[in-house]
């Protein structure tokens, strides 16, 4: 008895680790067969394991798995929904409460593990300390994101393009910090701005992440808080690939 059921248990390792790799590629579906599948198996060790111990410890691993396989099913059912919708947000002119967190924070989820900016204009300061907030809002954020890829264009003067590339350096070097790799790479033919999740969102945005307004001074309520801060009037489309890739089939 005591053979098979540490047969039972080999089993179960196989097909979770399996389930913890398809996960971790994104291949949800089949990740949720592995996960249930190897619940099972570790339902059979728990009824075949006398150890009060060992019991506790099968039953701890058997919540854990229980409750991923959950998360992603919900997770999928979501997706599923997300590519029947389209979403506009009209951002007008001088209005307030338009912060990176108000505006992404729904979208920076426990699936999301690398975000991708496209944005022809991270040059000036300001465009500069924009990105840095926006890298600081998903650094805040309880997900898992370890790699970001920034496509933007050079400065076109020798001496800003050199400041450019610094800047990025340290910002690169800073986030490492934070376990979350920043790869740059420049195209100077770039004219489209989104950002790009890899759970699936994509927001594009007429401005970039440039929506904001300069203030009078540094003193200025706003300047550090862009829930305060006035916005230029802008356009926000929000899709999930799901939803382009069914417009597209039309």
């Known amino acids: 008895m005591a053979d098979k059921i540490a047969g039972v248990e080999t089993a179960a390792k196989k097909v979770l680790t399996r389930a913890v790799e ?7 579906d089949e990740s949720v067969v592995c996960y249930q599948e190897g619940i099972h198996l570790l339902m059979e060790v728990l009824k075949g394991t006398s150890d009060q111990t060992k019991k506790n410890a099968v039953r701890k691993k058997i919540e854990e798995y229980m409750g991923r396989a959950e998360q992603i099913k919900v997770h999928v059912q ?48 300001h465009q500069m300390y924009n990105f840095l907030r926006f890298c600081e809002m998903l650094v805040k954020s309880q997900s898992p994101v370890n790699k970001v890829r920034l496509y933007t264009a050079r400065d076109e003067n020798e001496d ?34 989104e950002i790009r999740f890899n759970n699936g ?8 992440l440039d ?8 003193f200025t309520i706003g300047f550090c808080d862009f829930d305060l801060r006035p916005c230029h009037k802008t356009t926000i489309d929000i899709f999930h690939t799901n939803y382009l890739h069914r417009t597209d089939n039309v």
Do not use: M
């Open 22 to 28: 398809l996960d971790a590629s994104r291949r949800f």
């Open 78 to 125: 979501e997706v599923k929904e997300a590519g029947k919708s389209h979403e506009q947000i009209q951002i007008e002119e001088y209005s307030t409460g338009h912060g990176y967190e108000s505006l992404f924070g729904k979208y920076l989820d426990g699936f999301l593990t690398e975000v991708q900016i496209e944005d022809p204009y991270i040059r000036s300061t």
């Open 160 to 193: 800003s393009r050199q400041q450019q590339h610094n800047r990025l350096t340290q910002l690169t070097r800073s986030l490492q910090k934070h376990n979350i790799e920043l790869v740059v790479e420049y195209n100077d033919s770039l004219h489209d701005r």
């Open 201 to 208: 969102w994509v927001l594009k945005i007429g401005r970039g």
């Open 211 to 218: 929506i904001y307004k300069a203030t009078e001074s540094k």
